[in-house]
Nanobody
Framework: QVQLVESGGGLVQSGESLKLACAASGFHFSTSFMYWVRQSPGKGLEWVSTINNYNGQTQYEDSVKGRFTISRDNLENMVYLQMDNLKPEDTARYYC????????RGQGTQVTVSA
C-alpha cells in the first residue's frame, strides 16, 4: 500500500532554514507527480508545491516562492522541501502527498517558526 513518511521538521527561529524529506513506497514513484501541502492550526490543508515526474518542473504557492525549493530523487523514491528564510506564518504541519489536495498524504512533520 501507499506509504509516505515525512521527516525533518522542528523548531526554528525566523530567517532560519529546514529541509524536509519524504520517503515514498507502494506506488510507481518515478511516474508520479509529488506534492507538499501544509496545515496550520485552525485552517484547512494548503497546497505548497508540486514537482512533476518527467522534467522536474516545479510550482509554488505565492507566499513561498523564492524561499522554498522542492526536489526529488527517483532512484531513492524521495522528495524534499528545502525551506529557507522561514517566517512565523510558515508554522504548520507539512505533508508529502500524491495529490494537490492532500487526500493521500503521510503523517506529516511539524514545523514551528518563532519570531
Amino acid at each position: 500500500q501507499v506509504q509516505l513518511v515525512e521527516s525533518g521538521g522542528g523548531l526554528v527561529q525566523s530567517g532560519e532554514s529546514l529541509k524536509l524529506a519524504c520517503a515514498a513506497s507502494g506506488f510507481h514513484f518515478s511516474t508520479s507527480f509529488m506534492y507538499w501541502v501544509r496545515q496550520s492550526p485552525g485552517k484547512g490543508l494548503e497546497w505548497v508545491s508540486t514537482i512533476n515526474n518527467y522534467n522536474g518542473q516545479t510550482q509554488y504557492e505565492d507566499s513561498v516562492k523564492g524561499r522554498f525549493t522542492i526536489s526529488r530523487d527517483n532512484l531513492e523514491n524521495m522528495v524534499y522541501l528545502q525551506m529557507d528564510n522561514l517566517k512565523p506564518e510558515d508554522t504548520a504541519r507539512y505533508y508529502c502527498a500524491r495529490d494537490r489536495a492532500g487526500a493521500v498524504r503521510g503523517q506529516g512533520t511539524q514545523v514551528t517558526v518563532s519570531a
